[in-house]
């Protein structure tokens, strides 16, 4: 490896870690109260150094949003692409795995949900991740197709699977001491109801 490449490697990782050190101050504290001198002394940085990679507060969130999707995408797209699986199983293992995200990863589905309300799309340049839904709207379309969903409103039906799966993924995310039944179990239940009744 070359001093060049070595250098911009360098670089990366520092700006990794700085955008680490973001999402916990955020997922801690909520983003308000999170400056960009708090993210600078969580790392031992000057906040001039830190300007160095990031332009503000905006900037970081987006590249944590980038990076949450982008993840997200890989594992989702392979849904997409399994054109042989029957496709009411292939549409419940993909609102599933909406779940166990939120289940893994609580903090940052709170820190992610609270980015996506209206006001801080607003006042963090941040849009809606509207990859997700088309994804689950176009593994609805295949159930229809196959005569496993009735033909209907398909956003109408897309925006229930949708909410039952953010339903499902807020309570587990924001109740983690609630006395859940099995959540297999409990995730099966809701998400067939849901298919049941379009």
């Given amino acids: ?27 801690e504290n909520g983003i308000e109260s999170v400056s960009m001198r ?39 797209e392979k849904h997409i692409a399994d054109t042989n699986r029957d496709p009411i199983e292939n549409l419940k293992a993909y609102m599933k795995l909406s779940v166990h995200r939120a289940i893994g990863n609580p903090g940052m589905y709170r820190l992610m949900s609270s980015l996506f309300s209206e006001s801080n799309n607003l006042k963090f340049g941040i849009s809606g991740a509207g990859k997700g839904y088309n994804n ?38 924001n109740r983690p001491s609630f006395n859940w039944e099995n959540l297999e179990e409990l995730m099966d239940t809701a998400i067939s109801a849901v298919i049941k009744g379009l």
């Fill in 136 to 173: 689950l709207k176009e593994l609805c379309q295949r159930c229809i197709n196959t005569h496993q969903i009735p033909e209907g409103n398909i956003d109408i039906q897309t925006q229930a699977l949708w909410a039952v799966t953010h339903g499902l993924s807020s309570l587990f995310a």
């Fill in 1 to 27: 490896m070359g001093i060049h490449e070595r250098k911009e490697r360098e670089k990366e990782n520092i700006k990794q870690m700085m955008a680490n050190a973001a999402r916990e101050l955020f997922i």
């Fill in 38 to 76: 708090k993210i600078a002394d969580k790392i031992e940085y000057s906040p001039t150094t830190l300007y160095n990679y990031y332009a503000n507060k905006a900037d970081i969130l987006k590249t944590l949003v980038e990076d949450y999707f982008k993840e997200y995408a890989i594992e989702s």
